[in-house]
């Protein structure tokens, strides 16, 4: 069985690595999937942001809201909360920043429930009229409220499941083109699982992990009662990681995610707005999920182009002090994201601080600079918790 599944994990490593190449080689014309809210896909924490934005198979902490709900089970103690800053593309922008708060509080040995508050703002804008006079001023903002509930089914294996509430006010009621708009609102769902065993790798004990998140799966979004309702960024995210104890003082971790949103593809179209190739784009959630895994006009070759791939790696010394570096790549012609990440961690009793940077490939990117700051605070493990001998350790 161990060695089953340790090959399990080399295969995963080897076949996304040829397939993101292959992808690379194939069609260059560009077909970028557009979405409202995307602020709900950055990573919002820095252990996951240092490790190209990886996270759903990791060790769990108190950002699995994020990644994968279904890791809340697995943490040891009986509560934490945790707060993490992005200061966006301020390359671009001085003042646009993500917030993130979330937090977990155990019921029970196999219960756990846990809530967030991701909140973007966009910075002040001004508005004109069509003659470029200034009108006011408004600083649009965008946040998500999470509630989850994770359970632990075998000492394995979990689940998870999480309810979102979205709000995004682009333009404070602002008329354009004779068009009141309104604030934006969505309902949406996660659902997770998370699987972890003890295994022996070159004579070392180790521990393998596989998760898989469906995540926004929800209701379309519109900023004006004339506008066509879009999609929020639903999407599919699975990973494997694995940890290898080096000593008693020493592990790491490989990690990778593969990741896909689960709206329509743009169709290509003629003169006249028939559509050529792929698929019509309007039609239900329930449709657009299905339909997104073959509605691409280019074929397989272009649903290949549609993953992403976050690389990660992750050192820990004596459970206290923490390097992480990684690579997420996107495909050139769905919006060409490519950058390595790097950050550390330390951990003092129950309090743990973390950072990361972002550094793109190529130059003269919005994405240049990317820092992000955590800290965290988890509650001692509860009187009543078992623990079994192939618990992974948390990293808190």
């Not at 279904?70 to 646009?96: C, E, H, N, Q, T």
């Not at 846990?114 to 004109?128: E, N, V």
């Not at 130059?363 to 820092?371: G, Y």
Request: glycine fraction near 10%; aromatic fraction near 14%; charged fraction near 15%.
């Amino acid at each position: 069985m161990k060695k089953k599944t340790i090959g399990i994990i080399l295969f995963i490593l080897a076949t996304t690595a040829s397939v993101n190449v292959f992808s690379q080689a194939s069609s260059n014309e560009l077909n970028n999937i557009q979405t409202v809210v995307p602020f709900l896909v950055i990573a919002p924490d820095s252990r996951s942001g240092a490790m190209g934005d990886a996270g759903v198979a990791t060790s769990p902490d108190c950002y699995s809201m994020h990644w994968n709900p279904a890791k809340f089970a697995f943490l040891d103690g009986k509560g934490g909360v945790g707060i993490s800053y992005v200061p966006w593309l301020r390359s671009l922008v001085p003042d646009m920043n993500i917030a993130y708060l979330s937090g977990y509080g155990r019921i029970d040995s196999k219960q756990v429930i846990s809530g967030s508050l991701l909140y973007s703002s966009l910075g002040d804008i001004q508005f004109t009229d069509d003659f470029g006079t200034p009108q006011r001023n408004f600083r649009p903002n965008e946040f998500a409220i999470d509630a989850g509930y994770s359970r632990l089914f075998s000492e394995h294996f979990s689940g998870g499941i999480a309810f979102r509430f979205i709000y995004s006010n682009l333009s404070g009621g602002y008329y354009t083109g004779g068009t009141a708009t309104k604030a934006g609102i969505s309902f949406a769902a996660d659902l997770s699982g998370y699987y972890h065993r003890n295994v022996e790798l070159m004579s070392k004990n180790s521990v393998i992990a596989f998760g898989l998140d469906f995540s926004n799966i929800g209701s379309k979004m519109s900023y004006s009662n004339s506008q066509q309702t879009e999609f929020i960024p639903m999407n599919m995210r699975l990973g494997t990681a694995g940890t290898i104890n080096l000593d008693s003082y020493n592990k790491l971790t490989l990690t990778i995610d593969l990741n896909k949103l689960l709206v329509p593809t743009p169709p290509k179209y003629d003169s006249n707005g028939n559509i050529i190739a792929g698929m019509d784009p309007n039609v239900p959630v329930p449709v657009a999920i299905i339909q997104s895994f073959y509605d691409a006009p280019g074929g397989f070759k272009e649903e290949l182009h549609e993953i992403t791939y976050s690389y990660g790696v992750e050192y820990w010394y004596n459970n206290q002090f923490a390097i992480r570096g990684g690579y997420f790549n996107e495909n050139a012609t769905k919006g060409n994201r490519k950058y390595f990440t790097a950050g550390a961690g330390f951990k003092l009793n129950v309090i743990s601080l973390d950072f990361s940077y972002l550094m793109p490939v190529y130059q003269n990117n919005a994405l240049a600079h990317t820092l992000r700051f955590s800290i965290s605070f988890d509650f001692d493990s509860p009187k009543n918790v078992t623990k079994t001998k192939e618990q992974p350790q948390t990293n808190g």
